[in-house]
């Protein structure tokens, strides 16, 4: 059995977000509870955003995350051709397919099957994404 | 309900291209339609080749990509000690792991629900890699 | 169906690993046989390491991947703030975004739907990582 909820994001700035709470919430809301055993997964229908699991403790973790990925796909680069829709954008699609635009994640005992210390990571890689709409999927 | 397909791309040249439409046309070939609700996997069974999601519109956004990954996995290293294989050889098989093997994408009213600028990208990482093999997974 | 099977990986020292045996046997153990059809998902239950797949045969991918590895995210940036708990801390997050927490393979004919030249990797990106937990959930 497979069951989708689409859930619009609010607004982020550019850089890292845990959205755990997010996904969490609108699977309760449309569902009650998760099923005992099954897969989650979330897919964000985006090109210029990306989705990750990485440290839900330490912000410090987002922060150097984000600087890093700057470094890592610098604006303005003097080959880039696709520059007319921002500075931002070329890098933008290059961190979304780094870091990837869905996570899987095992649901066992009625609870997503996370580490103590992982969470769902958006990353916002425009300066003004928008609202970033996801496809939360819930297998069981 | 579990179908699995595999699929025979034609040769691409080094560089990302957009396979949405190959894909498609396999699951249409051997499934007549897509079920209403569902998951996507594709795979490929390759290590120097990857798949990733990024922008169906503007190629200007492949051919940077493109340059871009060059830069960040570049020939030659001094360091690598995996050479025997070709220039391109090591660097294709970091280009795999950064960007990945698979994609999942969810299948909402019988119809992949990408992003309205999202397809389904090969990313070629060698000289002549050849016919690459997918293993695409429909899930209902 | 989902099985869930949890697996306690030795220690690993820093750097890439095949861990294909590990999981075909955890599977093996706790299911007799793979079905003939489904899809295997490995996850990690940690943010400093990650899964990934590549080349099975030649180790020099993997010292060679390592060695990159460390260059693409090198330990003590100036800007870093997350520096608390080691030199090796920080990067090892990077790192587990940059590969992915978790794969995802189609099961066909009873056996993982590997390619003939991949294995699956863990990136061990710690210097004294401990033993890590993987979730696998076989699907059918």
């Known amino acids: 059995m497979?069951?989708?909820i689409t859930l619009v994001l609010p607004q982020f700035k550019r850089g890292f977000h845990?959205?755990?709470d997010h996904i969490e919430h609108?699977?309760?809301?449309?569902l009650g509870t998760l099923p005992q055993d099954g897969m989650?997964?979330?897919f964000i229908q985006h090109s210029s955003a990306s989705l990750t699991i990485n440290e839900n403790a330490d912000p410090s973790v987002r922060v150097d995350l984000e600087a890093?990925?700057?470094k890592l796909a610098p604006e303005r680069e003097p080959y880039f051709i696709h520059t007319y829709e921002g500075d931002?954008?070329?890098p933008a699609h290059i961190k979304a397919s780094l870091y990837g635009s869905s996570v899987t994640i095992p649901i066992m005992n009625g609870r997503l099957a996370l580490g103590t210390w992982q969470g769902i990571y958006l990353g916002e890689h425009r300066?003004?994404?928008?609202?970033?709409?996801l496809v939360i999927s819930v297998v069981s």
Chains 1, 2, 3 share one sequence.
């Open 26 to 30: 609108a699977c309760t809301e449309h």
């Open 68 to 70: 890093y990925t700057n």
């Open 18 to 20: 845990i959205i755990t």
């Open 127 to 133: 300066d003004h994404g928008g609202s970033r709409n």
């Open 40 to 42: 989650l997964h979330v």
């Open 88 to 90: 931002d954008d070329m």
């Open 2 to 4: 497979i069951t989708h």
